[in-house]
């Protein structure tokens, strides 16, 4: 199971509200090969693409892309509020690191696999 936390889902609420976003918007979160750490989040506010899972959490919804729910089962999507840098966060149980942004990963059972130069060739 993924979740999305009480305020992960009231900013999402708002950020559709503010930018007059259709019904139907929510967040799609994947996983694409990449990063800093061997994996990273993609997150973008659209509508679900065919065969997403959708979570829905006090009339927000959480868009999951099928081919990432290996690497998510058990995450939680929360909102973090800070001076320099606030936006949605994930809690990933999957990781055995993750970069200093946050936004990659090493997956369990992968580690030492990636190396961030065979992207450049």
């Known amino acids: 199971m993924i979740g999305l936390t009480e305020n992960a889902a009231k900013e999402l609420n708002n950020l559709t509200a503010s930018k007059n976003l259709p019904a139907g918007t929510g967040l799609r979160l994947s996983v694409q090969k990449g990063g800093c750490a061997g994996m990273q989040y993609v997150m973008e506010v659209s509508d679900s693409h065919e065969d997403d899972k959708i979570m829905t959490r006090d009339g927000a919804s959480l868009y999951l892309d ?11 999507v929360y909102y973090e509020y800070g001076l320099t840098d606030s936006g949605f966060k994930i809690r990933n149980p999957n990781a055995a690191r993750s970069c ?16 961030p130069a065979d992207d450049c060739k």
């Open 66 to 76: 099928p081919e990432s729910l290996e690497y998510l089962q058990g995450c939680e």
């Open 100 to 115: 200093g942004c946050g936004t990659s990963f090493e997956a369990k059972g992968e580690e030492g696999s990636y190396d």
